[in-house]
């Protein structure tokens, strides 16, 4: 199902391009090649670890076309986060470019239990900082998602997107490749390390005209941009990962003028797209999700599932066609987060009025403090209102007398910590201000282009 519809609507753009430094394939060519990869699958579940995204990408249809599990991996998240994910799954089989050409090995990582109703895909999430979550996606899944994006998101065969980021997370996958293949767009892989300076190179080079990425990635791009003509060429930005501050939004939009902007919001969970702001309405709410898609339903609960009045905060939850399968083997935590029939995001959002969602940052980065919750991003936003701030973090210390501290790490044109301290005095109510300061130089960020936050 999901196989056939994606082949039917790239061979209606046969001559369309997918490239990647001095490789470049038609669609026709990719077809042919996911094909004939797809005939030398005979395991249930196949691995994805390929240097190049391109590769990847081939991969990924040839699972498709197979009617294979497919397991995405990326070397940017390094071998402990590979080896955990072979540890919870344990693919029979992979599809590799370990030695420059793409070819499938077995993996001989134990045995790969497989569920019920076969998944299309299973997408790991954090990996990095603890046990993997096997995020169990289907055909239906995919497709719904797919289906949805497409009827707001303006993609077109006269488009070329970049990818920057790997087809490991979700809403690169399903959000901008498939999307762009159904759309009949030209495809730009970058595989490189995180470098905003060589994806400004690539989208001069090649005039690009799409892109997606984080706030922090389309604000760092913004600090090497000499000359206005290197992104002129961007039509459609697609903002995302993030929770993205009124002042962070402005300046993306005098960075990228020319261009219309999404603001989008999803998880892998959720295949992944679950809202969006229309283009129209970036320059007056940048900061909220105003439209959920067309099938799926959302709303802003308390801890037992009720639905908060507007203005208070609460966890998002999402129900449609588009909620994950379950957790791979691991029933316990499917059914807490499927409970009553709805995603728990694990999001706190605040609700408008008119319905508007603004998320407001992770249940699981609460800090708590003299009984109060307290979300780090509502404190980074504020901070990122002052021109001076570039990028900040907050988060929670616990002190030797049990009492939890609020520490920032923060990069902008500061000399010393007191003039951090006293922005914060004149930005913050006293129970949000930081205790402890940290002047960073550089923040470590991950393959997609989002601060880590560990």
């Known amino acids: 199902m999901l196989w056939e519809k994606i082949k039917e609507k790239m ?14 394939l038609t669609y026709e060519e990719v077809l042919v090649l996911a ?13 994805v670890l390929c240097r190049s995204e391109l590769s990847a990408a081939i991969a990924l249809l040839a699972c498709f076309a197979a009617d294979v599990t497919a397991v995405p991996m990326s070397y940017r998240y390094g071998e402990e986060n590979l080896r955990k994910i072979l540890e919870l799954v344990h693919p029979p089989c992979m599809l590799t470019d ?10 001989d990582t134990g045995e790969y239990a497989a569920p019920e109703e076969a998944p299309a895909l299973i997408m790991c999430t954090s990996g990095t900082t603890g046990t993997p979550k096997g995020v169990m996606l289907s055909q239906q899944n995919i497709l719904s998602n797919l289906r949805d994006v497409l009827s707001y998101f303006s993609l077109c065969g006269q488009d070329r997107i970049l990818i920057a980021r790997p087809l490991y997370h979700c809403a690169v996958l399903n959000g901008e490749f498939l999307a762009a293949l159904c759309s009949g767009a030209d495809i730009c892989f970058y595989s490189g390390e995180f470098n905003p300076l060589f994806l400004l190179q690539r989208i001069q080079k090649y005039q690009i005209t799409v892109m997606g990425g984080t706030p922090t990635l389309f604000q760092l791009m913004g600090y090497y941009i000499k ?43 959720a295949s992944p797209r679950v809202a969006f ?15 959920p898609l067309s099938s799926v339903k959302i709303r802003v609960a308390d801890a037992n ?25 691991n029933e316990a935590l499917t059914q807490k987060v499927l409970a009553g029939g709805w995603l728990h995001t694990g999001d706190i959002a605040v609700k408008d009025e008119q319905g508007r969602i603004e998320i407001c940052g992770r249940k699981d980065d609460m800090i708590i403090r003299a009984g109060v919750n307290i979300y780090p991003a509502e404190i980074e936003r504020a901070l990122l209102e002052d021109p001076r701030t570039e990028q900040v973090l907050a988060y929670g210390v616990a002190g030797r007398d049990r009492i939890t501290r609020i520490a920032v790490k923060i990069k902008g044109r500061f000399s010393q910590e007191e003039e951090v301290h006293e922005m914060c005095r ?7 201000r930081p205790g402890l300061v940290e002047l960073v130089k550089e923040f470590e960020h991950s393959g ?5 936050r560990k």
């Open 11 to 24: 061979m209606k753009n046969p001559g369309k391009k997918i490239w990647e430094n001095g490789v470049c």
């Open 227 to 269: 000359n206005k003509e290197t992104v002129a060429s961007l039509k459609k930005l697609v903002v995302s990962g993030e929770c993205l501050s009124q002042s962070v939004a402005q300046r993306i939009r005098e960075i990228y003028s020319g261009a219309q902007i999404y603001h989008v919001y999803g998880l892998t969970e």
């Open 305 to 329: 599932g009720h639905e908060v009045p507007a203005g208070e905060h609460g966890e998002l939850l999402v129900k449609g066609p588009n909620v994950m399968q379950g957790y791979y083997k």
């Open 426 to 432: 004149e930005r913050l109510p006293e129970y949000l």
């Open 35 to 47: 094909e004939s990869f797809a005939k030398k699958l005979r395991a249930p579940c196949c691995a």
């Open 448 to 452: 997609s282009g989002k601060l880590v």
């Open 277 to 291: 702001l229309a283009p129209e309405l970036f320059d007056e709410i940048p900061h909220k999700i105003s439209t």
């Open 98 to 107: 370990r030695d420059g050409t793409l070819a499938v090995t077995d993996t």
